[in-house]
């Protein structure tokens, strides 16, 4: 639906700016209505963004775990979902549990966006 679109795209702008805690916020209203891969992914975006809510705060062993299980649930999906380069954001997501596994400082790396691309014929929305 065009107004889950907005919603949607209202948690990523969200996200992109470092208002983790509002894009998990507003997923979740998409994410309790949402069934199959919709869920899976509005699922591991949300739990992306809670990751990095959890940076923010200092908690080190919440962001890796958290950034693992939303990285292991892109891994199954298509390249685009709702318009999102899912595989850029995998692979994102993946490079920060790389070096919060390795290392125990901050990770140097630039926490990831939520990137639009053109529409894939995989992308999920019915």
């Known amino acids: 639906m065009k107004g889950d679109d907005a919603i949607f795209r209202r948690g990523a702008e969200q996200f992109n700016r470092g208002e983790f805690f509002d894009a998990h916020e507003t997923w979740e209203v998409l994410w309790l209505e949402a069934t199959g891969r919709d869920k899976i992914f509005l699922q591991a975006t ?74 894939s014929p995989t992308l999920l929305r019915k």
């Open 46 to 119: 949300i739990q992306i963004a809670a990751a990095f809510h959890h940076w923010g705060c200092g908690n080190r062993s919440g962001t890796l775990s958290l950034l693992r299980r939303g990285v292991e649930k892109l891994a199954g999906l298509p390249h685009s979902c709702w318009g999102v380069r899912v595989d850029q954001l995998r692979e994102q997501a993946a490079r920060w549990c790389e070096a919060l596994s390795s290392d125990t400082g901050a990770p140097g790396l630039p926490i990831p966006k939520i990137e639009f691309g053109p529409v």
